[in-house]
């Protein structure tokens, strides 16, 4: 694949999504809080994934892109260099923290992915003083579209203006990253991270995440949109079982690599071949995990080239089969996501359809003809709150540019 290293430029960029009112809200509060102005403003996405689920940890292909929801931060000095404020204006808390003490125990909730940030800088010796921050999002939570990279993210690039550290856009993925693994705990890859610092208006990344290479996709269907139906459930198993899925995988690749006398790093260098012919060896469990990464990885290889192709047919059919293997071999759906995609696949609309992130809850991503939207919508918010008594959050997404520096208002 070949690496088009374009890194979203230092150069303040303008704002084209319906994020004035919550930049403006994020500079007021800002000044309510602190005083004066802030010095930096900066924004990162959240994102989707058209497909390539639980593959980036497996040095697998993801297709992710960035969308038109973001988080905001504003920044400024501290009059303490040793003391960081950090105000979350959707929840309106506050954390204060010394910044020789990281100590995860002292916060939690999103305080965690805050310490997390200024620690990942810290350990990759740059060098970070006291700041006061204010931060607001239009990343719905815990949905599936990765609020919590748009949360590291935008404060690394803030941070990284502010302090005018020489980091590449990569690294800054990278940095999000380890926040997430050592202060969260979730030993999350590099997908979500990734599209939101190097996401591109109107495109789709696919990302090589055993060499890092990546190639950028033009979304071919100017007739469809990308309709997120938050099902409004998070199943407590999310984090723990994530991990648990990771282990799964890993433990496949040792005993098949021993069956072998190989050494594999990992399950993408591992065929389906070998695994039918390995089977007897594994648990029901480890068999079937690394079932679907084999089969995930090689559907988004085919929906590369059927999104060259314009193959509408196809590129749905990839995504249902997608949703059906984490269904059924990765185990990570839920009833109320089943149900959704089911409904999806009853809409003469609906394209494709499954879940998105790391399942328990969250969301779906639907391929919609523009003119069915509202009526796919009005149907499946009513079956699903017949059926579970919840009322479903419909978002309408478009592929947007990865975290940049705002210019002020
Ligand atoms: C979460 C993780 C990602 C990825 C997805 C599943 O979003 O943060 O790294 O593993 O789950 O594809």
Same mark, same amino acid.
């Given at each position: ?20 009112s ?46 038109d929801?973001?988080?905001? !931060? ?16 959707d ?10 003490? +990281? ?14 940030? #200024? ?15 204010? !931060?607001?999002? $239009? ?16 404060? +690394? ?7 005018? +550290? ?23 890859? +590099?997908?979500?991270? &990734? ?30 949109? !990308? #309709? ?7 199943? $407590? ?10 282990? *799964? ?7 098949? $690599? ?17 695994? *039918? ?12 995990r690394?079932h ?13 080239? *059927? ?5 509408? *047919? ?24 089943? &149900? ?11 394209l ?12 779906t991503?639907?391929? #919609? ?30 592929l ?10």
């Amino acid at each position: 694949m070949n690496q088009q290293n374009q890194s979203p430029s230092r150069n303040p960029i303008k704002m084209n999504m319906h994020t004035p009112s919550l930049l403006d809200r994020v500079v007021e509060e800002f000044k309510i809080q602190f005083n004066r102005t802030p010095l930096v403003l900066a924004q990162a996405p959240g994102r989707i994934n058209l497909i390539g689920e639980h593959t980036d940890y497996n040095e697998g292909l993801v297709l992710p892109g960035a969308i038109d929801r973001n988080t905001i !931060f504003a920044l400024g000095f501290s009059p303490d260099a040793q003391i960081c404020e950090v105000h979350a204006l959707d929840m309106g808390e506050m954390i204060r923290f010394d910044i020789g003490d +990281l100590n995860k125990m002292q916060t939690e909730g999103w305080g965690l992915y805050i310490l997390g940030v #200024v620690a990942a800088l810290q350990q990759a010796d740059y060098e970070v003083r006291g700041f006061q921050a204010v !931060f607001a999002s $239009s990343v719905p939570l815990g949905s599936g579209v990765s609020s919590s990279a748009a949360l590291e993210c935008s404060l +690394l690039m803030a941070c990284r203006e502010l302090f005018d +550290l020489d980091i590449e856009p990569f690294e800054i993925a990278k940095l999000g990253q380890w926040a997430e693994h050592h202060y969260p705990g979730v030993l999350c890859g +590099l997908m979500d991270q &990734f599209s939101s610092v190097m996401g591109r208006k109107d495109q789709l990344v696919c990302l090589d995440c055993r060499d890092l290479s990546y190639q950028y996709i033009d979304f071919p269907l100017p007739d469809y949109r !990308f #309709v997120l139906l938050n099902s409004n459930v998070k199943h $407590s198993l999310s984090s723990s079982e994530y991990n648990v899925r990771k282990r *799964e995988c890993q433990e496949a690749v040792q005993l098949i $690599s021993q069956a072998e006398g190989e050494n594999f790093p990992s399950l993408r260098e591992i065929t389906m071949a070998q695994l *039918e012919k390995h089977q007897r060896i594994l648990s029901r469990k480890q068999y079937l995990r690394a079932h679907h990464v084999i089969t995930e990885n090689a559907r988004v290889m085919q929906m590369m080239q *059927e999104l060259v192709r314009g193959n509408e *047919e196809m590129i749905g059919s990839l995504m249902f089969a997608s949703h059906y293997s984490l269904r059924d071999a990765y185990e990570v759906s839920c009833p109320e996501l089943d &149900f959704l995609v089911m409904q999806a696949e009853n809409h003469p609309g609906v394209l494709g359809s499954r879940m998105m992130g790391g399942g328990f809850g969250g969301c779906t991503i639907n391929l #919609v003809e523009v003119d069915r939207i509202a009526d796919f919508i009005s149907q499946t918010t009513e079956a699903y709150l017949e059926s579970y008594g919840i009322q479903l959050t419909p978002i309408t997404v478009k592929l947007a540019d990865g975290a940049g520096i705002i210019s002020f208002p």
